[in-house]
């Protein structure tokens, strides 16, 4: 398999919907048309000189780029990163990159944009989950 296939997940779009159903955070984007492509990624990636692994990213689909991707967002899951996650992790992860998905107020149809963090997570993730929950090995403290 080529390392940089990149492939829908299935699992990660069943996961993600249910977090869109069930957060109270998430309501707006559960009351939306936004669509949101789920993609597992075989490559690893890194940031800062390769210092700090990326376990995935929510990115905004160009307006211009629309024509060939009929999704707003795709959200990418670096396999090799997150290897050692457990479920209760990936779905974390998943909740993180949903939180990306910002709503442009007060125009006529809906336009969306990359959310940035609060801090290097989002608030919300650190009060229910803690700053470290994507250390592997992780265990639920809670």
Known sequence: MNRYEVKRNNKYRLTANRLIRSRPDLEELRNSNCK??????????????????????????SDSMQWI??????????????AQFTEEQIEI????????IGFKPDSEEEEYYIVPHDYEEFREIIDECGLEWNETPWRDTR
Do not use: T
Request: overall charge positive.
């Open 36 to 61: 949101i492509a789920y993609l597992s990624s075989q490559q690893e990636k890194k940031k800062g000189n390769g210092q700090k692994l990326i376990c995935g990213e929510c990115i905004k689909v």
């Open 69 to 82: 991707c009929p999704y707003d967002f795709m959200i990418v899951i670096y396999e090799p990163n997150v």
């Open 93 to 100: 992860l998943l909740w993180h990159e949903l939180k990306h």
